[in-house]
């Protein structure tokens, strides 16, 4: 009887080396580069000690990529740059050239085919967001087409440099933020508004009862007998609706329509130039969930932005503008009301309350 | 693949607008794919109804490991059967997402052969996704993967995918190869990345400079960021010129020095010792200032998101480490960081809410690294201080 040879299952490689996707130029001059400059929004020019130049193009992309784009790229690259291409930490395409008089042609390419070009230095870099409606089951509301709504109202911020410093916006479809959208300039965060609804029909089956009551940060959970089941009920007054007890438990589902909708965050930033990294703080509670582009939600966003860029001063970031300001001047610039969300209650809560007599009006 | 195009007059609203748009693209991918199609479908529904239509996770994977792929299911299979499973394959990004054309077309001739053609290049925690396959396709497309030369990324409670910023391959600032680091602890962690054993999840991102262009400070358990010790190096010609071409060097950098160490009479000096290495100076004048020759990063530990207990930033745990020695310095770090982690910490519990819950003094103690105070921006301001007994020799 024959013997099959199976071919011994390969795992635990790792990613391929980066060096093999690295262009000619950068390998030559890898660890030597001596300093850039911006050559209009989106077109960086690297220049390394020997002098040598490098051109990087940078494109949008809506992150979620068909292979048929992937592909388009993949041509693109080979049109241009000797088949070297990479991403960004934000999901924009650049393209990797060695010759300047190519970079027109490619512009000219990525526009016909729907590719804004820019996204450098102080403009609003692509939308850094999560999976929403498309692929999660946790999702208050979606993220791509917020993202694609708030961009088409602001594509004109990606493609010119014209506000005071760079601005991030980030999107988070669940407190779960898979965006971390927590350091922002701009962070737009689905919430939801009501406590799980407890499936007692099935929960003892597919959940743990202890593991389920440790979840919830609040101890809002405490076992019961619902119907002569083992289940467990939720104490409204305690619960955030944070959706902890869902990410353990499938038997408490937070979906709620009705209630449901986004919240706009703002002033956070990672980088530590000037100020030290920041949170973003609340700025507006609750607005509705109302698709496919959520005017609500654009409209306050591009307040945000359009008072941020009359008002802060250059290399101002968001959060820096407001602190220079003060927080009221904000909520009265931007006419939005301050409400009693704004105020914290959760731990550590003292901290951003003002316990000083360093008041403005 | 026509045949039965599914109405999609609210999506079709997010083809209009300058800014690309995700349903082109997932119209695009119904050209290869019927999952792509029930996608759209199920996509519209989900805007008309205003919420999710997936079901909650379903352990799914390949043989051997227990992550790096998410279960997800359509909650109404009967309407769109193509995607009764819609699994996702994270696959771990090449350092610094740098790709050859060739190495994308394998990627994509993968997906198209077994999966919707739909991607996100790239998720938020750095891999490529692959979005939506059904459970028996998991292990030929891991198959052809690994023989590409790719391997799958974190998820659960493991070790996640590292990444980092591109640092030396295309950036003056970057204060160590952050690509080489970040492939290097990749490789040395595959087990812990490839099978979760962890209280939860274990995040490590390596950016080069404190710009910090990969979000360290604030999603990274463990935050490698580029910093150097010496003195800004500075170019008083290039100053000048800056100066000439109309910078205001007192308004826009010297002012807006967090430390205000620098001062401009028409030349700059700057008191390296009260420097705090923000980049702001460096990054307005990048051919006049660049930072220091001794050259290495700081490492930061605890950042995440706010589940469960509330957001944190990551906080300094060693003030700096020397290019040479980063590598061996967190390979010895992580592993006593893992060791406490793995006694002491609770289920889904992050390494930042373990030292806010037991105390960094002791999780110091436990990890045997000495305070140093670069480590608090203050000292201390409550005096409930938990004085330990005297021992033997003191
Ligand atoms: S943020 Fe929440 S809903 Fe959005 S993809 Fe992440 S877990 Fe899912
Ligand atoms: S949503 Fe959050 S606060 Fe409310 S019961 Fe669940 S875990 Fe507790
Ligand atoms: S983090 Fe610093 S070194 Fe890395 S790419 Fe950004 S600016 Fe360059
Ligand atoms: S790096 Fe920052 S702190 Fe240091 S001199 Fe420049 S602006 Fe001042």
Redesign the interface.
Known sequence: MATTITPKRITDIGPPHYEKFLPPVIRRNYGAWKYHEVLEPGVLCHVSETGEKLYSVRAASPRLLSIQTIRLFADLADKYCGGYLRFTSRNNVEFLLEKLDEVAPLKADLAAAGFPIGGTRATISNIVHTQGWVHCHSSATDASGIVKSVMDSLSEYFVEEKLPAKLRIAVACCLNMCGAVHCSDIAILGVHRRPPKIRHDMLAKVCEVPTLISSCPTGAIRSAVVEGRQSVEVIEEQCMFCGNCYTVCPAMPMNDPENDGISIWVGGKVSNARSEPKFTKLAIPFLPNNPPRWPEVVEAVKNIVENYAKNARRFERMGEWIERIGWPRFFELTGIEFTRYHIDDFKNAGLTFARSTHLRF | MDEKKPKTE??D??E???????????K??T??SPM?TD?LGQ?EL??H?????????GIVGV???GGGVIG?YSDVPEQFPNIAH?H?IRI??????????????T??NI??RHGS??????G?T?DIVF??TRTEELEPVF?EL??A???LGGSGSAMRTP?C??G?????W?CY?T?KLC?DL??AY??EL?RPSFPYKFKIKCAGC??????????ADLSV?GIWKDDIQQDDEAVAKYAAEGLDIQR?VCD???TRCMSWNGELTINNREC?????CI??M??AL?PGVEKGAALLIGSK???????L?SSVLVPFVPQEELFDTIKELISRVWEFWDEYG???ERVGELIQRVGMANFLDAIGLDPVPQMVTAPRDNPYIYFQKKSENE
């Open positions: 609210l999506l609203e997010l209009k607008g300058p800014w690309p748009s995700f349903v082109t693209e997932i695009k991918a050209e290869t792509a996608l996509l989900s805007y109804e205003r919420k999710g239509h997936w079901k909650h996770g043989l051997g490991y997800r819609f996702t771990n990004q090449p350092s610094g997402w740098f790709y050859t054309s060739d190495s994308l077309r990627l994509c997906w198209e053609g739909l991607t996100n290049m790239h938020s750095g979005l939506g198959k690994t023989e030369g790719f391997d990444s910023c591109v030396e391959a295309r950036c003056e970057a190869d690509m492939n990749t490789q595959q087990d490839h404190p710009n910090d262009c990969v979000a360290a400070e604030a999603r960021i826009d807006k020095c967090p705090v290495r923000c980049m702001h990054n307005v990048p051919k660049r998101a706010p589940i469960v207990q509330g957001a930033l609770k289920n889904r």
